[in-house]
């Protein structure tokens, strides 16, 4: 059984997580490195959001980029994401084995690296 069964209890997941980590100050002074947009495409279920992060601040949709080309795009399902937001996934093994894809820079993705840090470590205490 997944552990989302709908785009909604995804989508609720993922935004609580990234409204809790925006108040800890090691997420803020990434925030505040950051100037770009990501796409995530999940699949089961089907959900695309968009982070946009800028000037410091972040905002996260339910949607994709209508008025802008997403920097990084990453698609995977609802059950990877889970792994991938609560550390219990070797990211770069994802990634070999196309569980995570990704389309954009490389360089843009690594810049990502610390909120995405913030973020698991954090999610790691609140489970």
């Given at each position: 059984?997944?552990?989302?069964?709908?785009?909604?209890?995804?989508y609720?997941?993922?935004?609580?997580l990234?409204?809790?980590?925006?108040?800890?100050?090691?997420?803020?002074?990434?925030?505040?490195?950051?100037?770009l947009?990501?796409?995530?495409?999940?699949?089961?279920?089907?959900?695309?959001?968009?982070?946009?992060?800028?000037?410091g601040?972040?905002?996260?949709s339910r949607?994709?980029?209508?008025?802008?080309?997403?920097?990084?795009?990453?698609?995977?399902?609802?059950d990877?994401?889970y792994?991938?937001?609560?550390?219990?996934?070797?990211?770069?093994?994802?990634?070999?084995?196309?569980?995570i894809?990704?389309?954009g820079?490389?360089?843009?993705?690594?810049?990502?690296?610390?909120?995405?840090?913030?973020?698991?470590?954090?999610n790691?205490?609140r489970?």
């Amino acid at each position: 059984m997944a552990i989302f069964e709908t785009s909604d209890q995804l989508y609720s997941y993922i935004s609580e997580l990234f409204e809790e980590i925006a108040t800890l100050p090691e997420a803020q002074q990434a925030l505040k490195s950051l100037n770009l947009s990501v796409q995530f495409n999940y699949s089961l279920p089907d959900c695309v959001m968009t982070l946009t992060a800028a000037n410091g601040g972040y905002t996260i949709s339910r949607d994709a980029c209508s008025d802008v080309t997403p920097d990084v795009e990453l698609t995977m399902t609802g059950d990877v994401a889970y792994k991938f937001w609560t550390g219990e996934l070797n990211v770069m093994g994802a990634i070999t084995t196309r569980e995570i894809g990704i389309a954009g820079s490389l360089g843009k993705i690594m810049r990502l690296t610390p909120l995405i840090k913030a973020a698991i470590h954090h999610n790691k205490e609140r489970i």
